[in-house]
Each structure stands twice: as structure tokens, then as C-alpha cells.
């Protein structure tokens, strides 16, 4: 046997030895002034339990519920569980070009109901999020928490003034400090495709990283103007409205990298098939083991004795005693309204 907290022991029995010690040494004032066969001659007979005997039969109680509290357990052994998940990066472009409304309600809320799903159906997975527009950051890293890493895509402002501009090359290396102790890494993009044309060196950083990026079209070819948060739309010097369309150079990126491309899909079969592929290529990486233990407890033996050693401790107390203490309670408590 053994107990699962031993500190309580000590902390608890120390005190309650030294108080056994005190109160025993302790002698009344009446036996102070009288011999021991003067008070017996004195004392009224009853077949009530002496004060001693009581106080005895408290403090085991007391020792018997420390006991319970230091939880003795039985077999008690150690495992150590190791998982072993596939890290995934959601990169998820807020430029304001995310904000055109040619998917309902717009790109951007669309990303964000997408990266829910991602979140709720990963299997055997650890996420981790970045944001990026003209520059990234991380809004968690790889995680297994998915009910924090939900309650944070929930309050996700997509009405927040980010910058303009969607910086491809920015997003991969912050996701690549996220994924530098896994071998296998993989980006999930969702994004209208950014404003170059040219990603070649976004390509070779990638291959030379190892990391695949699956990416989702998330805009129309023909594309739309970008409404402002007072009304009106985006435009450029000359004072004519922009009108973004899909940067269909982001299927290069996405399979020149090792990766996957798809265009949107108002359901989550885009989702899938890019998670199948994940699942069926990567391998999976090794996470902090967690030791569990297991054992069989035992703490209810000692706080069930304690309990009927409590039950004959209180039996014993006179019968007027017992009434009075009812009565107090009774007087002490809060009347009804």
C-alpha cells in the first residue's frame, strides 16, 4: 500500500499528535485539588462514555479521516502514453481584399468558418494558426487544445483594419518556425491568392523547407470591389475602384511546393480532400509523452471507520446534551422569511 499524497501525513498528524499530548497532560482544574479516589467518590454514576475515553475516540476518528486525506492507493503504477499527431498550419490571409463580398458573406468569413471545420474535424492531428497580410502573426501555435484554439477563432474580429497586401513569403517562414521540430509540415492557405505574380522564391523556400502548402481559392476569377467599413469602396490614386479577383499564381505556389490547389466549395469537400491527402502523405511526429498512473484506491476503508468511530463517539454524549446542542443549532440558525 502506499499513499498517493504522503505530505498530508506529515502536515496533518504532527499537529494532531502534539494536541493529543497537550490535552492529555492538561488536567482539570477539579483534579488539580482532588486524588483520583476522592473524584470517583464524588463523580454521579451513568453509563455514559468518561470525557477521556471520548476525547480518545475523537482524535482516532481525526487520525483515521488524515489517513483517508493522504489517499492510500494499492498497485500503483506509472505509463507513459506518447502520441504521435500530424502537425498543420492554417495561414489565413486578413488583407482587406479578403473583405470583397463575391462569396458570402465575404472571403474573409469564410476563411474563418473553414478553419472551424479544420478545427473540429482534424483527426490525429495538432493545429497551430497564422494571420497574415502585409506582414504575420501568430495567433496559436500547434496545439492539441481545440477548445481554446475555438474559442479564439470565435472572437476573431474579421472587422479589424488590416493592412493591405498579402505577403506569401512572410506566412511561410513564421509557419516554418512553427513546424522546426516536425518533420512533416504542411500549410493549409486559404486566401484569394495575394497580389503577385510571381512566386517563385516563395517556391524554393518551401522546397528547401520540406513544406507543403495546400491551398484554397477563396474568390471568384471575375472578382469584385472592396467595401469599406464607412461605406463605399476601395480605390486607387487615379480615384477608380479596385476590383480583386482570384491571383491564380497561388496554384503554383501551392503545387510546385508539394502540395495540393482547390477552388472553394460553399460545403467543406475542399476541406476534406485536402485533409485526406495531409493524412495519407505525412508521417506522423512524436509529442511530449504524458505518464499516467493507475491504481486502485482505498481511501473509503479508513473514512468509513472514521465515520463509525465518529457515529460511537456522539452516541455516547448524555441525552441532554445532545438536545441542547439541537436547540442551539436550531436558536443559531437563520429564521425563514
Given at each position: 500500500m502506499q499513499f498517493y499524497y504522503p505530505n498530508v501525513l506529515w502536515m496533518m498528524l504532527i499537529p494532531i499528535v502534539l494536541l493529543i499530548v497537550l490535552i492529555g497532560t492538561n488536567k482539570s482544574t477539579m483534579q488539580k485539588?482532588?486524588?483520583?479516589?476522592?473524584?470517583?467518590?464524588?463523580?454521579?454514576?451513568?453509563?455514559?462514555?468518561?470525557?477521556?475515553?471520548?476525547?480518545?475516540?475523537?482524535?482516532?476518528?481525526?487520525?483515521?479521516?488524515?489517513?483517508?486525506?493522504?489517499r492510500p492507493v494499492m498497485d500503483l503504477q506509472e505509463h507513459e502514453s506518447k502520441q504521435e499527431l500530424i502537425p498543420i498550419v492554417v495561414a489565413i490571409d486578413v488583407s482587406k481584399s479578403m473583405l470583397a463580398d463575391d462569396i458570402y458573406p465575404n472571403r474573409l468569413e469564410l476563411a474563418k468558418k473553414k478553419l472551424k471545420y479544420i478545427v473540429q474535424n482534424a483527426q490525429n492531428s495538432a493545429i497551430g494558426v497564422v494571420l497574415f497580410a502585409k506582414s504575420s502573426f501568430i495567433m496559436s501555435p500547434i496545439t492539441q487544445d481545440f477548445t481554446s484554439l475555438m474559442y479564439l477563432i470565435e472572437h476573431l474580429d474579421t472587422g479589424l483594419n488590416f493592412d493591405n497586401g498579402s505577403d506569401m513569403m512572410s506566412m511561410i517562414e513564421t509557419a516554418d518556425q512553427l513546424t522546426v521540430d516536425f518533420s512533416a509540415k504542411n500549410i493549409i492557405l486559404?486566401?484569394?491568392?495575394?497580389?503577385?505574380?510571381?512566386?517563385?522564391?516563395?517556391?524554393?523556400?518551401?522546397?528547401?523547407?520540406?513544406?507543403?502548402?495546400?491551398?484554397?481559392?477563396?474568390?471568384?476569377?471575375?472578382?469584385?470591389?472592396?467595401?469599406?467599413?464607412?461605406?463605399?469602396?476601395?480605390?486607387?490614386?487615379?480615384?477608380?475602384?479596385?476590383?480583386?479577383?482570384?491571383?491564380?499564381?497561388?496554384?503554383?505556389?501551392?503545387?510546385?511546393?508539394?502540395?495540393?490547389?482547390?477552388?472553394?466549395?460553399?460545403?467543406?469537400?475542399?476541406?476534406?480532400?485536402?485533409?485526406?491527402?495531409?493524412?495519407?502523405?505525412?508521417?506522423?511526429?512524436?509529442?511530449?509523452?504524458?505518464?499516467?498512473?493507475?491504481?486502485?484506491?482505498?481511501?473509503?476503508?479508513?473514512?468509513?471507520?472514521?465515520?463509525?468511530?465518529?457515529?460511537i463517539a456522539f452516541s455516547s454524549l448524555p441525552r441532554k446534551k445532545i438536545l441542547s446542542a439541537l436547540a442551539l443549532l436550531f436558536v443559531l440558525s437563520p429564521s425563514e422569511q
Open positions: 485539588f482532588f486524588n483520583e479516589d476522592v473524584l470517583q467518590k464524588l463523580s454521579a454514576g451513568g453509563n455514559f462514555m468518561r470525557s477521556e475515553t471520548r476525547n480518545f475516540v475523537l482524535f482516532a476518528a481525526l487520525i483515521l479521516m488524515t489517513i483517508a486525506l493522504a486559404l486566401s484569394d491568392g495575394g497580389n503577385k505574380s510571381d512566386y517563385s522564391a516563395e517556391i524554393i523556400y518551401a522546397k528547401e523547407k520540406k513544406i507543403n502548402i495546400y491551398a484554397v481559392a477563396l474568390a471568384t476569377k471575375k472578382g469584385t470591389a472592396i467595401p469599406k467599413k464607412n461605406g463605399g469602396y476601395m480605390t486607387n490614386s487615379a480615384g477608380e475602384i479596385v476590383v480583386v479577383g482570384l491571383n491564380e499564381q497561388m496554384s503554383t505556389l501551392a503545387m510546385q511546393s508539394g502540395g495540393g490547389y482547390i477552388d472553394f466549395s460553399l460545403g467543406n469537400s475542399d476541406i476534406d480532400a485536402i485533409l485526406n491527402d495531409i493524412y495519407s502523405k505525412s508521417k506522423k511526429a512524436q509529442f511530449e509523452s504524458q505518464k499516467v498512473k493507475t491504481f486502485t484506491e482505498l481511501f473509503y476503508y479508513p473514512l468509513a471507520l472514521a465515520l463509525l468511530v465518529l457515529l
